[in-house]
């Protein structure tokens, strides 16, 4: 997601070609750690953390990685595949819930 005004279209101008051909390549170098992050997610949650231990769990582990350039990547990665979902559902706070 850029900051760039959008076309007569409403759409966004699109990156670069080289910029996608470079997000492509890198998606194949970094697309193990996103798989084996999500697998570690999803056996927290299923052993009872919160959502919101989760992200924060996952928000550290980005926090500390020296190559921020493969943390935002792997963000983006990330934001994609949820775009993907028709009804991603929101976090949730067990302690509002009724």
Not at 25 to 45: G, S
Not at 51 to 72: P, R, Y
Not at 82 to 95: C, N
């Amino acid at each position: 997601m850029t900051d760039s005004p959008t076309t007569p279209t409403g759409r966004r101008p699109l990156p670069l070609a080289g910029v996608t051909a470079l997000a492509q390549a890198e998606y194949e170098r970094v697309r193990p750690k996103l798989d084996e992050t999500v697998v570690k997610i999803r056996a927290e949650l299923a052993a009872g953390a919160s959502d919101f231990e989760a992200v924060a769990d996952v928000w550290l582990s980005l926090h500390v990685q020296q190559e921020k350039s493969e943390t935002l990547l792997l963000a983006a990665i990330a934001i994609v595949q949820v775009a993907k979902v028709p009804h991603p559902q929101p976090l949730t706070d067990p302690d509002s819930q009724p």
